[in-house]
């Protein structure tokens, strides 16, 4: 069993037939944490809202929170995926899991950290819901043709290999896309006077220092089944299931 000081996951994407909540179930029979922060699209309520799916591993997923909530402090910041959930921040009252727009974590070595979804950086670019939507689309049309794969590769007992990731990181619309959001979330950082960020929303793991700001993408459960983790001594870094189970 590890133990962790923070564990941060984000976009696992609960209600869709996309979502690998049962190797982040796994995850958790494995590692542990003083405070594990949730950070957005934790539930899809855009594809719950037009098809309803919840199997007995998003079950399963939601009990795993609550027992960690009895010993471990958790905290839920919504993303746009599950951005219902920020109009009654003040009112959810929910176990011993806080809700908050977004958060400041302080690290053992005492720097403050940024902890929020990401999404803002779509409504600075102007992005409309309706074009939000669209990319969504053609997005889960790549990740349906990723699952189909991963069946089959799972089926073989093959390591785990995303078909989505390999074709959004051959476009350079995407990597222009992924280069201005990293800038403008350690902007972010910087207006809040933290020395870093974390983040989640583009489903691309990364650790990078940009201008004196330490910007941490914590992943997704969808094609990198991916947690950022900070240890007993401070030192923050990326783990994949598929390199620990």
């Keep these: 069993m590890n133990h962790f000081?923070?564990?941060w996951i984000s976009d696992t994407h609960l209600g869709t037939k996309s979502s690998n909540v049962k190797?982040?179930?796994n995850f958790f029979k494995h590692n542990t944490a003083d405070k594990i922060y949730l950070v957005g699209d934790i539930i899809d309520g855009w594809e719950l809202n037009k098809k309803w799916y919840w199997p007995k591993s998003h079950?399963?997923?939601i009990r795993i929170v609550l027992k960690i909530a009895r010993k471990s402090k958790v905290i839920y910041i919504p993303?746009?995926?599950?951005s219902f959930l920020r109009n009654f921040l003040s009112l959810i009252k929910f176990?011993?899991?806080s809700f908050k727009k977004n958060t400041i974590h302080i690290t053992?070595?005492?720097k403050k950290i940024l902890v929020t979804h990401g999404d803002q950086f779509d409504n600075v670019r102007h992005v409309s819901v309706l074009m939000n939507k669209l990319g969504d689309l053609l997005y889960s049309f790549f990740i349906f043709i990723s699952t189909k794969i991963t069946d089959w590769r799972n089926s073989r007992n093959l390591p785990h290999w995303s078909f989505a990731t390999q074709v959004k990181m051959k476009s350079k619309n995407v990597k222009k896309y992924i280069k201005n959001y990293k800038l403008f979330m350690a902007n972010e950082a910087r207006r809040n006077k933290c020395d870093g960020v974390v983040c989640g929303h583009i489903h691309h793991p990364e650790i990078e220092t940009i201008d004196g700001i330490n910007y941490y993408n914590d992943?997704?459960?969808v094609e990198h089944l991916s947690a950022l983790v900070e240890d007993k001594n401070g030192n923050i870094k990326l783990i994949y299931w598929k390199e620990i189970k």
């Design 219 to 221: 992943g997704d459960w």
């Design 23 to 25: 190797h982040l179930n």
């Design 5 to 7: 000081r923070t564990i």
């Design 108 to 110: 053992k070595h005492k």
């Design 59 to 61: 079950n399963q997923f």
């Design 95 to 97: 176990s011993s899991i």
């Design 79 to 82: 993303g746009n995926h599950d």
